[in-house]
């Protein structure tokens, strides 16, 4: 929580932390402003400090309504660091910070660096500045147990939003459910009433639709993939793809607020009308994991333990996992879950890999839990996913529930 | 265009192009890729060659359909390197990238960075890759002479996308007109049926419905400011303002192609039922620039000349600009133009500000005209914009067409 991170700063030795970036689609940014129409923005906070947030005029009742503190950059004019810079905007820019930090009494100790943008024209402007100020030391973080580690568990607002973005998401999961079951059917297809066959590419476009009826946004796209293409984790879809009976279709989706605010994740795989048996197999394996994990879940337990304990439970089943093949490309080849915020991925993480003992199920935390089987070669594939809250009582709670069910029968 | 890289990159003595990020929503990567679900991937492209992306194995048929030649990150994993770099995960991530650069041959020379993601962990994964090896040169551009110079000039297929996302904006700002046309007005505002207001957000919802039924995006949000929202020129408005009668409402439409493709750039002041009589003389004289400013460009002139004209005419009907007074807040405070493609604002600026040689309406080019002007104490503004293509034979050419009255008249 927010509350955290001055704590979190001091035990990783951090003095200051420098955010950039729009206060848009920027995690970092936005969990400091709460969003808003200010593009290319600097935010400085130091430790134990209220952050303080430089805009562009422009944008100057945007950056009011954030409630910071705030400073105009027409107080730190480009033209006037130019005589000093020898005429290069780079270097002028490079001056410009330095003032800026050395207004803000920041001139040595180390400062992190997070936001989301360029960054190429960042990394030239940090490394130039890094010389000129050497006693500030400027860190980026690969694995950052700082921000990421405040910002893992959430206050009860929040909670609430996530919440609401699930109630958004399992809406729309019911009205394609729906608008899928009402179809006609022809040669094993749905159909139109003339007969063609309905595609992937257009259910897609109607779950924008019913998105944007939600005033949400989906800036990283549906997954709603069906047959072979169920089989490959990530694949999006074919757009030209028709829907066939008894196939199956893995539906991932995964929307967030307007302006780029907190995500829910989700995914139901279905069949329309029948399930061959080997689908109905492998899809009754991947839901007793999904049951026997999640009624194993304790509070404050590494994620990863959970990762481990799932391929192990797939392995006694006879599927192949990357416990044992980790380049596996079919079976169980992904991660258990992870956390979800201001980010469709964020901590805590649960793969096996290099983990961090904070990579906890910390009380207040929100996660997915999203085991999978797939098998292209087969034409399959199957994932069950919801978004989860760590209740500090020591419960598990779904944020949104919604049928499980493999077969959507076709009215 | 794409066909100009390898030139620019030899004119400005770069080996090679490091770009990373998601496929979407990232210009740099959607440029080489085209786009789809592809996370956190890398491109590499030296010059004079094709360029290589590299990916995760969840996601090969995403990157398949990219055409390019591709690497999965299965023949680089982390755990391969984790003992070398002593179990340090960071450390790990930075010799992955020194043995891809190394096995593409690239040990010496320049490479030039690019991409949009987290900057924190890229600028110490880079710092550290840097020392590593000391003979290759990163570099990051804060004006980029060679990427965005080629984004500059479009293709007639890039072209057509962005009038087609021109279309799809006119058609929108057409239902707009349409629907606030068409309703009840009461003490001066326009209101539902049961007498209650219609807001500003209501009506920024149904602009993103009729932007989902077209199957596109808008990431970066719509301005729809009224009356003293309206004099300053990045208020996006305020949601649960009424739709008063006689007021400018600056309404500033830039959606893209789904997964963050082109972009278009569109702007209309309207005042609904009537226009007071200062707000017609500013609404005449922004569209008497607009006019006069449209019949002088030329092909191959620098974007910037323009600029200093509009402030120039501004200022002869008695104007402040940003000309004469750098830091001003309202008159004529902000530039004529930029460029559109991939980026809402990319190349070429009319920024007056260290101007680049390459900042011209080259043929080819795709570039906004927005002149404007802002009184916020008197409570209005007023802005016209279209986006405009730079023809080979010299002509220019607005690439969809809407009417730039000011009054809407009620029906």
Redesign the interface.
């Known amino acids: 929580m927010k509350a955290d991170i001055d704590r979190l700063m001091k035990e990783h030795k951090l003095d200051a932390m420098l955010v950039?970036?729009n206060a848009?689609?920027n995690p970092?940014m936005v969990y400091f402003t709460g969003g808003?129409?200010i593009?290319d923005a600097i935010l400085l906070k130091k430790r134990g400090q209220e952050p303080v947030l430089y805009f562009?005029?422009?944008?100057?009742?945007?950056a009011a309504r954030t409630g910071l503190k705030t400073i105009s950059f027409?107080k730190y004019?480009?033209?006037d660091f130019?005589k000093e810079a020898g005429?290069n905007?780079?270097e002028?820019?490079v001056l410009r910070l330095k003032k800026m930090l050395t207004d803000q009494g920041l001139t040595s100790g180390r400062v992190?660096?997070?936001?989301?943008?360029?960054?190429?024209?960042?990394?030239?402007?940090?490394?130039r500045l890094q010389q000129l100020m050497p006693k500030l030391f400027?860190?980026?973080?690969?694995?950052?147990e700082i921000l990421l580690s405040a910002m893992m568990t959430k206050e009860p607002a929040e909670i609430e939003r996530i919440r609401q973005m699930g109630k958004v998401t399992t809406d729309v999961v019911g009205k394609t459910a729906e608008f899928l079951t009402s179809q006609k059917t022809k040669k094993g297809m749905l159909v139109h009433k003339d007969g063609t066959p309905i595609t992937i590419g257009e259910v897609k476009?109607k779950i924008?639709?019913w998105?944007?009826?939600h005033?949400v946004?989906?800036?990283?796209?549906t997954?709603f993939a069906i047959g072979r293409?169920a089989g490959?984790?990530?694949?999006?879809g074919t757009a030209s793809d028709p829907l066939r009976l008894g196939q199956t279709i893995v539906y991932d989706i995964f929307p967030c607020e307007?302006?780029?605010g907190y995500f829910y994740d989700f995914t139901r795989t279905w069949c329309l009308g029948y399930a061959p048996e080997p689908v109905l197999k492998v899809y009754e394996d991947v839901k007793k994991v999904y049951d026997t994990v999640y009624a194993e879940l304790k509070v404050n337990e590494p994620f990863m333990n959970y990762q481990k304990r799932t391929c192990e439970l797939f392995e006694g089943m006879g599927h192949p996992t990357i416990l044992n093949s980790?380049?596996i490309?079919n079976g169980y080849?992904?991660s258990l879950g992870h956390g979800i915020g201001l980010q469709v991925h964020e901590k805590p993480w649960a793969s096996m890999?290099?983990p961090s003992p904070t990579d906890i199920l910390a009380p207040n935390s929100v996660f997915t839990l999203e085991p999978g089987l797939y098998y292209p070669e087969d034409g399959l594939g199957v994932r069950i996913e919801d978004s989860l809250v760590a209740n500090p009582d020591g419960t598990f709670e779904i944020l949104a529930d919604y049928p499980k069910d493999l077969v959507l029968p076709l009215k």
Chains 1, 2 share one sequence.
């Open positions: 950039v970036g848009q689609h970092a808003g129409h593009n562009y005029p422009m944008e100057r009742e945007e027409s004019l480009y033209t130019m005429g905007l780079a002028a820019m992190g660096i997070y936001g989301e943008r360029e960054v190429g024209s960042f990394y030239s402007l940090i490394s400027f860190e980026g973080y690969i694995k950052d476009r924008n639709l998105l944007a009826e005033g946004e989906n800036p990283e796209g997954i293409d490959i984790p990530h694949s999006t307007s302006g780029g980790p380049t490309e080849c992904h890999i290099n």
